[in-house]
Each structure stands twice: as C-alpha cells, then as structure tokens.
C-alpha cells in the first residue's frame, strides 16, 4: 500500500511515519512537508531509508495531484498548530489550514483516493469547569481562535467533500497530544526544556484551564483503527481520560525535576482561552475496539521529559528564538 502522509516531518506526523513503519512493513511511504519552522526532517531520521521525504507545500496543487495520484491512502496531519501563533498572524492558518486542505480534497477527489483527515478538539470551543459534559460527534462546532476556526473549516470542507463528491474520507478529532518530537513552542515541550535549563515554568494566567492528555502513540494507534476499521463519512473523537489542569502538569513536571512545586512563575494570560476540553471516546472504544496503551500519566510525562534530555540537539537549536517570541508576548 502506497501511503501519503503530509506533515509527516511535524510531531504527530513524525510519531505517525515510525509507528507505521514499525508495525506495517508493507506500507510503501511518502511524507510531503513544507519543513515550516514547526517541521524538522531529523524527526524522520531513524527511519530515513524507509520513508521518501518530499519537501513541498500542500496548497501547490500540482504537487499534491502528482503526489496523490500516485497513493491508496493520504493521511493528512500537515497543518499551523499553534494557537498563540495564531492571534499573532492569523493568515498562515488561513491559507495551509483551509486552502491546504482544498487543495488535497481536489486531488483524492479526482484520483478517488481514501483520506483520512486529522483534526482536534478544539473545534467544538470549550466547556466550563464545573460542567460533567464532554465533547461527542454531536456537539455542536465552536471554535474559539484563528487556529481552531481554520481547523473547524477544514473539516466542514472534508464533509461536504465527502457528501456531495463521494469522497472516501473520514475524520478524527483528537485532544492535546504529548511525546517525543514536540516542537517546544508548546506546554510541556516549553516547560520540560525550561526546567532542562533552570528556568521557572510559565503558567498562563492561574493555571486553571484543564486539557485532556494523550500520548501522541495513543493517537496514532487510534488513526489506525479508524483507517482500518472506521467507517467511511464518518467522524471519530480521539481522547484517553487523560484530563488535567495546567498547574497540575507544572507541579508534576517539578516533581519530576526534584523542585519545590512552587518554583514556577503566573504570566499574561491567552486572549479568548479556552478553560476546559474533555473527549468522550466511547465510540472508539466500542465500536473499533481501540484502547490507549499509556493510561499512567506521571510515568508517560517522565518518559517525555528523558526524551527531551536525551535529545537536546533535536530542540536546542529553536529554544532562543522561541523565548524571545513569549517575552515579547508577555508570555
Ligand atoms: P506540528 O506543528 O508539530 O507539525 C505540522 C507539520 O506540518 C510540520 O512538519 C510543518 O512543516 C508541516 N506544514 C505546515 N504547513 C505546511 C504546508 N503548507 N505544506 C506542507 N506542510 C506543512 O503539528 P502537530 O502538533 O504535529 O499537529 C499535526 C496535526 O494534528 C494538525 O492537523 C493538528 O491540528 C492536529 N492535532 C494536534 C494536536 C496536538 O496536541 N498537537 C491535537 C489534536 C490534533
Ligand atoms: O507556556 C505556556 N504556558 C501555559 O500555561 C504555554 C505555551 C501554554 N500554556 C497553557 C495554554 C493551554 O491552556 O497550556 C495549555 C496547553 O497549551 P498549548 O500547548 O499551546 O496547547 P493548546 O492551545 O491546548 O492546543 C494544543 O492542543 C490541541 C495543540 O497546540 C493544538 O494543535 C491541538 O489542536
């Protein structure tokens, strides 16, 4: 079988290209990557003989045609991920997050090729804190940021493609994913290499805004799921009972880190953040028979942060620059 993946040299796209080519060795594949500041082709290095890495942009739709044309399935994880970088300059968003996606949809649609679409949460806004709902297929799509609206578009695109083309698509909707390889703009990659270098975590505002944590493995294992055994126009929620307020992750990382849990710093707050995201993923539970394999929080954190030690000239190189962006944010 002759895999795209796009985004593939990004986070969870990179996880993905090992897993894969750890458990499925008749998988042929291909990562298309634009190597954005948030790609980084070393990510695919242990695997490099394994994989062709192509360095391209997916709104280039005569790459993405010849790309596609040539694969059974696309897997598409390529996207602007970062919410703060999102209210800073929301145009990249637009355009990868939205036309990138068009752009794939016209290719698969033409070549009938099934795609799977990667998509969050986030679409679905937030919930409040003392509120026992969680997020289902059903709940209605709220997105709160320039990076979530876009995400929510892609998806509506991916939904209409599917209906009104026939598109052999499906979608998952995942919750904040942690691991190996996460560009260190975010939480815990951020907070994990502070504490690398002796510096106080930074907790946006009290720290009360609660996420629901997943290994990125956990995620993958479930895309899988889906592509074998979901249906087809159908949407799937990707989540572990993994929920955890931000305070509660910086005092497990002190721990960690054998420091007073009181060693961190409050900075300026995110506009519009949202306070709580929580996944109910019965459906993939039940109907796919996916269950996740790092259900232990503190042990999946610590395993993280050896990775962060062990790797320190994957993520040394973006660290300065990166801080630089957050001071001038107030963050
Ligand atoms: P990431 O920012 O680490 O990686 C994104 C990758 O996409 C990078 O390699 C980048 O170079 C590439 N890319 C960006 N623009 C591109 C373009 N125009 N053309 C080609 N390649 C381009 O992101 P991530 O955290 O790995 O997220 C991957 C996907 O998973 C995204 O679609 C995101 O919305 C979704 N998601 C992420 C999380 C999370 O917690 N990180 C949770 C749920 C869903
Ligand atoms: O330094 C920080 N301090 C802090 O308190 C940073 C960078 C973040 N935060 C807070 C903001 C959020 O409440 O931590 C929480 C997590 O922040 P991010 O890592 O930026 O993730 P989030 O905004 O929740 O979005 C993530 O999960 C859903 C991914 O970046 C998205 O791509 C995904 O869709």
């Known amino acids: 079988m002759r895999l ?14 090992h897993t894969t080519v750890r458990d499925r060795p008749d998988v042929e594949v291909t990562v298309l990557d634009a190597l954005t500041y948030a790609g ?64 794939l949809l016209e290719a698969v649609r033409k070549h009938g090729v099934r795609y799977h679409h990667i998509s969050t949460d986030e679409v679905y806004g937030d919930l409040e804190l003392d509120d026992p709902a969680k997020f289902t297929a059903d709940t209605p799509y709220n997105p709160s940021s320039p990076y979530s609206s876009t995400k ?8 209409a493609w599917a209906r009104s083309f026939g598109v052999q698509a499906t979608i998952s ?8 390889y996460q560009h260190i703009e975010k939480f ?8 690398i270098d002796g510096v106080r975590p ?23 799921a889906i592509i074998d055994r979901g249906q087809i126009g159908e949407t ?18 002190l721990e960690v880190f054998g420091r007073p849990t009181d060693d961190f710093d409050h900075v300026t707050d995110r506009a519009g953040h949202d306070m709580r995201y929580a996944i109910d993923a019965t459906r993939l539970r039940t109907e796919l028979g996916w269950e996740p394999t790092f ?25 300065a620059a990166t801080e630089a962006k957050y001071a001038q944010a107030g963050h």
Request: net charge negative; proline share 4%; charged share 20%.
């Open 40 to 103: 980084d082709a070393t990510s695919l290095a242990p695997v490099a003989d394994r994989v062709t890495l192509v360095q391209g942009d997916i709104t280039d739709g005569a790459l993405v045609d010849r790309l596609v044309g040539e694969s059974d399935l696309v897997v598409h994880f390529a996207a602007e991920s970062h919410n703060d970088n999102s209210l800073h300059d929301p145009w990249p968003f637009v355009q990868t997050n939205l036309i990138g996606t068009y752009t």
């Open 236 to 253: 799937y929620l990707i989540g572990a009972d993994g929920e955890k307020n931000n305070l509660e992750v910086v005092q497990t990382l």
């Open 152 to 159: 929510a578009g892609s998806d509506l695109l991916v939904r």
């Open 295 to 319: 259900t232990d929080f503190g042990a999946g954190l610590r395993a993280t942060v050896e990775w962060y030690r062990a790797n320190e000239a994957w993520w040394r190189p973006a660290k």
């Open 4 to 17: 795209l993946v796009t985004g593939g040299a990004g986070f969870i796209g990179s996880n993905f290209v």
């Open 202 to 224: 930074r907790l946006y505002g009290a720290g009360e805004n609660v996420r629901d944590w997943i290994h990125v493995e956990d995620h993958n294992t479930a895309v899988w």
């Open 173 to 180: 909707n995942c919750s904040n994913n942690y691991g190996p």
């Open 188 to 195: 815990i990659p951020r907070q994990v290499t502070n504490l």
